[in-house]
């Protein structure tokens, strides 16, 4: 029973790290019908600033709102000065957010090494609770608080703000909200580096859960995040949070008992949706 | 003139869609662009809208230059448009779609004008406009492109798709709007055309050929018959 407890949460936590990179993605998609191959590199650098500024000053929240920053920062950058110039263009969009991914890697590795490094807790949230003999461990019980907390937000935006309903009228049909006299270009680049800093914020909590960081960890998550994106329906807020939630579980569960298995049954899993639902299971829902 | 378009040509991809189309329209009064499928009538709606960009011409509304500027510019300006396939955010509720369409400064009595010209869209305010039924979206889709505040129309086929009463209720509608704002309407159904239009245009081939007001037009069969392949029955 412990076991499962352990997994359980364990899968959830990391499911919310997983979802804060798939919202983004999926909203990018949605929005600007952008593939963001870059979306990754938000992610890696949220982790790698985030340990860093927790090294220079020992404060998280510190090391959190600094991670979030510089992902918005870099993703408005990186959307004024590149992706603007080829939204309708996919093969370009492609090619150039490959690239962008090895360039903004290629910096990690400048500013703080290829090596992997550690990425430690602050102590008010290391060890665990004993509840009656179930350990839960304190970070974990962070983390699930932290994604659910920021999908609660991101909710709310969506569903009540005029940006939300914006942005969900530009997912369905950019032209006609910008015949209604909206510049959707501008929420193109909000949007962006919304998702970019959501990217960012989820690295730097995912680091200190698996405890370390490294050059490659923006790829092997983008990727999961593609099979959640894939598997909760493009452009759909909810598909990203059930998909990122049952994508970690089952990671959790599979690489306890069948770890060679981890990634392929998530692939499988992605297969199976594909196939009983091609749009996703919350695909052309509106939120 | 509210808005005068002046040899204007598009190219879609390598297409020459419009080769030389001009457009007079007078304030207040309804201008029906009539012409063959094909003919190029919605490209001109959208280039004027600023959502095709053209290669040449001029475009002026309200005496003021508006090519180039992006679709959200003029639709800032006061141009509403309501595409063929009326552009409804189906995810969005009726009353976002509306909220949607409202400016700093609409007033809430604009929205309470279009809703006691449209009630059918009071009573769904709350319901998801993908629910809607086609004459209703028809109806949605004007009532928003009213709601900007805009003072001329771009509404292209209203009629498509509709049951016959349905037309009819749109036709109301028209006729309604007409006395508060200037419209430009594409229409295939000449029926539709005849009963609200004051002023008409053709279009052939991408090319304006004909211009002049409604009552003429429906005197000259030869007109008619040549560019619309409208019968003396249907008429």
Known sequence: MDAYINLLTNGIATGMAIFLLAVGLSIIFGLMSVLNFAHGAFFMWGAYVGAWIFGLTKSFTLALTSAVLVGAIIGLVVERSTISRVYGNHVSQMLLTMGLMLVLGEMVKVFWGPNILTSPLPAYLAGSWDLNGVIIIKYRLFTIIVGAATALAVYLILKRTRLGIIVRAGVENPEMVQALGIDIRKVFSLVFAFGAALAAL?????????????????????????????????????????????????????????????????????????????????????? | MILEVEDLHTYIGEFHILQGVSLKVPSGSVTVILGRNGAGKTTTLRSIMGLIPHRKGKITFEGRSIERLPAHRVAQLGVGYVPEDQGIFTCLTVEENLRLAMRNGTSGKLLEKVLDLFPDL??????????????????????????????????????????????????????????????????????????????????????????????????????????????????
């Not at chain 1, 790829?219 to 970690?248: R, W």
């Not at chain 2, 709007?177 to 002023?199: C, H, M, P, S």
């Open chain 1, 202 to 287: 989820g690295g730097a909590i995912m680091g200190p859960l698996g405890g370390s960081i490294s050059p490659t960890m923006g790829l092997e998550n983008q990727l999961l995040a593609f099979i959640v994106v894939v598997i909760g329906g493009l452009g759909s807020f909810i598909g990203s949070l059930i998909g990122a939630i049952l994508v970690g579980i089952t990671g959790a569960l599979v690489s306890w008992f069948l770890p060679e298995a981890a990634l392929a049954v998530n692939i499988l899993l992605m297969a199976v949706v594909l196939l009983l639902r091609p749009t996703g299971l919350f695909g052309g829902s509106g939120l």
């Open chain 2, 122 to 235: 009071r009573v769904a305010l709350r319901k998801k406009a993908g629910n809607l039924s086609g004459g209703q979206r028809q109806m949605l889709a004007l009532g928003r492109a009213l709601v900007t505040g805009s003072r001329l129309l771009l509404v292209d086929e209203p009629s498509k798709g509709l049951a016959p009463v349905m037309v009819e209720r749109v036709a109301g509608a028209i006729s309604q709007i007409k006395k508060e704002i200037t419209i430009v309407l594409v229409e295939q159904n000449f029926r539709l055309a005849k009963a609200v239009g004051d002023y008409y245009s053709i279009i052939d081939d991408g090319r304006t050929v004909v211009s002049g007001k409604m009552g003429e037009l429906v005197e000259n069969h030869e007109l008619l018959e040549r560019y619309l392949g409208v019968k003396q029955a249907a008429r």
